[in-house]
T-cell receptor
Framework: DGGITQSPKYLFRKEGQNVTLSCEQN?????MYWYRQDPGQGLRLIYY???????QKGDIAEGYSVSREKKESFPLTVTSAQKNPTAFYLC?????????????FGPGTRLTVL | GQQVMQIPQYQHVQEGEDFTTYCNSS?????IQWYKQRPGGHPVFLIQ?????EVKKQKRLTFQFGEAKKNSSLHITATQTTDVGTYFC???????????FGQGTRLTINP
């Protein structure tokens, strides 16, 4: 699976609670990404980071937050402000910053908010 | 907004039949990548096309990038049950510094 781990695989939370999804890579990749996947839709970019201690909003960043304190870690927090948080969340990394390099995806976390 | 449209959304074929999925962009793409996601799995990179008119083959899979770099296709010859999954294209929008995924084509196969 390309050395990217996401945990847990399934996550259940009550409405109104913040939840943090883990993403770790041991590939020494510079860039990391968070995507959201809903049924029948493609992947939508939430946040991305091309270098440690820096990150940018993607197309659907509202209600989410991230940090990139270490090169190998890029956790995503789904806050209570996210109106429809139930989805499949995918983390990815690429060796180089920029959008040309191949992205390697983790196994994903399926979040269900009750 | 900038979109990459992918058709069809679903395709069901008999094993042994061919399959094609198409991606179209309203704007020029710097490159296009193709990914495969098996049911319950995560996207796995298949290939990247960069040059106008480029054609690449991987065994029974043929990938094309249009002359105008606005469209691409993936063709599978003589499908096998192992081909089941959702195929996504992802285009880097020229000058926009972003990768946009198509909605995916879900391929199911009758053995």
């Amino acid at each position: 699976d390309g050395g990217i781990t996401q945990s847990p695989k399934y996550l259940f939370r009550k409405e109104g609670q913040n939840v943090t999804l883990s993403c770790e890579q041991n590939l020494n990749h510079d860039a990391m990404y968070w995507y959201r996947q809903d049924p029948g839709q493609g992947l939508r970019l939430i946040y991305y980071s091309q270098i440690v201690n820096d990150f940018q909003k993607g197309d659907i960043a509202e209600g989410y937050s991230v940090s990139r304190e270490k090169k190998e870690s890029f956790p995503l927090t789904v806050t209570s402000a996210q109106k429809n948080p139930t989805a499949f969340y995918l983390c990815a990394s690429s060796r180089l910053a920029g959008w040309t390099d191949t992205q390697y995806f983790g196994p994903g976390t399926r979040l269900t908010v009750l | 907004g900038q979109q990459v449209m992918q058709i069809p959304q679903y395709q069901h074929v008999q094993e042994g039949e061919d399959f094609t999925t198409y991606c179209n962009s309203s704007t020029t793409l710097s490159n296009i990548q193709w990914y495969k996601q098996r049911p319950g799995g995560h996207p796995v990179f298949l290939i990247q096309l960069v040059k106008s008119g480029e054609v690449k083959k991987q065994k029974r899979l043929t990938f094309q990038f249009g002359e105008a770099k606005k469209n691409s296709s993936l063709h599978i010859t003589a499908t096998q049950t192992t081909d089941v999954g959702t195929y996504f294209c992802a285009g880097e929008i020229q000058g926009a510094q972003k990768l946009v995924f198509g909605q995916g084509t879900r391929l199911t196969i009758n053995p």
